[in-house]
């Protein structure tokens, strides 16, 4: 294929693996007990916002992943947004996160009152690079006994968000350490990262807190949805406590001790849930034998390398990426027109947040490797439904 100009050989690779077009660049399956469970909740006429799909959901969830206590909530911004409050974050504070990452991580910070304090990647795992956080915090951040400040703007660092971009595993170990060193707590966003394991730890509950998102586009999906993640007891009764309007349990009297939220995630949505979660493992499968199709098909590329899990880690291969090489990266575009031209749904990644209008006077550090990777990163289709496991 050398002869022939990138995107042309991009497109044939999508041929090769995925057939003829149209391809979306995510779909869910249902392919489980779907129908039955969503049945049963219109049957018994519990639909809303408790019933025993929520619980079991739950219980599955905790269970799944390890963390001893999980929440549903009505989206994974939600769960961020009141992880992020349990968290000690509050208005005028400032939370460290990557500037690579859907805006989602990024607008939770804002509900709180805060300022997001935008963060480099590593090259290895598209996420918050754990050595240059460090270098950085040493030099613009004091930390005493009452926590981390930033010594240019004055305020208070309340914590650090990492993000397991297209479920590849932040380097955790390096990360929680910089964090306990200059008092941050931990809060991650592996809202892409179900069913993804740092050194044999789900993602997610390695943090004081962590949180999963079931929106559509995700590995599992209850249409709209997401969870909290912790091991604290008392976090979790808050966290419970917060996304169910901060009602005090009574038989019939409605005492609210607190602003709540109504984050609450409706059974019908959790029995989508249950059905889902029963089908991950299969779901994994499909997604890793994807990536080796990929990787076969593109090994006679030699400027176009598929992004594999990191070392030590396992990922779910939520999405699947390429990236250019630095010399052909103003391809990029050309490669996206072909490839959507032929039906092959690819995109770049997210716009980075220190470039989007509200977030543009936000702090940061130099987002050089962040700003490498959104000129040479390509995402390809990556639904279940595209190879077999
Ligand atoms: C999907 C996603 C979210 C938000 O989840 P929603 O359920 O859509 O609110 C947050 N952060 C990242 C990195 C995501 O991919």
Redesign the pocket.
């Known amino acids: 294929m050398s002869g022939r100009r990138l995107p042309a050989q991009i497109v044939s690779v999508l041929a090769q693996v995925l057939g003829p077009g149209p391809v979306a660049l995510h779909e869910p399956l249902f392919s489980g007990r779907e129908w039955d469970y969503l049945r049963e909740c219109l049957d018994s006429g519990w639909v809303s916002s408790v019933g025993r799909f929520v619980d079991r959901f739950e219980r599955d969830l905790a269970s799944y992943t390890g963390a001893r206590h999980a929440i549903a909530v009505v989206?994974?911004?939600?769960?961020?947004h009141a992880a992020l409050l349990l968290a000690g974050v509050r208005p005028g504070d400032e939370v460290l996160v990557p500037a690579l990452?859907?805006v989602?991580?990024v607008n939770?910070v804002s509900y709180c009152g805060a300022t997001p304090h935008f963060v480099d990647s590593a090259r290895e795992t598209l996420g918050i690079d754990p050595a240059a956080l460090a270098e950085y915090l040493h030099d613009i951040a004091e930390t005493t006994a009452d926590g981390c400040r930033n010594r240019q703007s004055g305020a208070r660092i309340a914590a650090v968000v990492p993000?397991h971009?297209f479920g590849h595993p932040v380097a955790l170990g390096a990360l929680l350490e910089a964090a306990e060193r200059h008092k941050l707590p931990v809060v991650e966003?592996a809202?892409?990262a179900i069913g993804s394991y740092y050194e044999g730890r789900h993602a997610g509950t390695l943090g004081l807190l962590g949180m999963l998102?079931?929106?559509g586009?995700?590995t599992i999906t209850t249409g709209?949805?997401?969870a909290i993640l912790t091991d604290d007891p008392e976090l979790a009764r808050r966290a419970k406590h917060i996304t169910t309007t901060a009602k005090e349990p009574h038989r019939w009297a409605y005492l609210h001790d607190e602003i709540g939220f109504n984050y609450r995630l409706p059974n019908i949505n959790a029995a989508l849930g249950c059905a889902q979660l029963e089908q991950l493992d299969g779901f994994l499968a499909r997604k890793r034998r994807l990536a080796e199709r990929y990787g076969e098909a593109l090994a006679g590329i030699d400027s176009v390398t598929l992004v594999r899990e990191p070392a030590g880690c396992r990922s779910n291969y939520w999405l699947q990426a390429i990236m250019l090489d630095r010399a052909l990266a103003e391809e990029r575009d050309a490669v996206l027109d072909a490839t959507n031209e032929q039906g092959y749904m690819t995109r770049p990644v997210w716009r980075l947040m220190h470039r989007l209008p509200m977030y543009s006077g936000c702090p940061r550090m130099p987002l050089a490797v962040a700003e490498d990777i959104e000129r040479r990163l390509i995402n390809l289709p990556s639904g279940m439904s595209l190879s077999s496991g």
Request: net charge negative; no cysteine.
């Open positions: 989206n994974g911004t939600a769960a961020l990452t859907f989602g991580t939770a993000v971009v966003d809202s892409e998102s079931f929106n586009n995700k709209g949805g997401g």
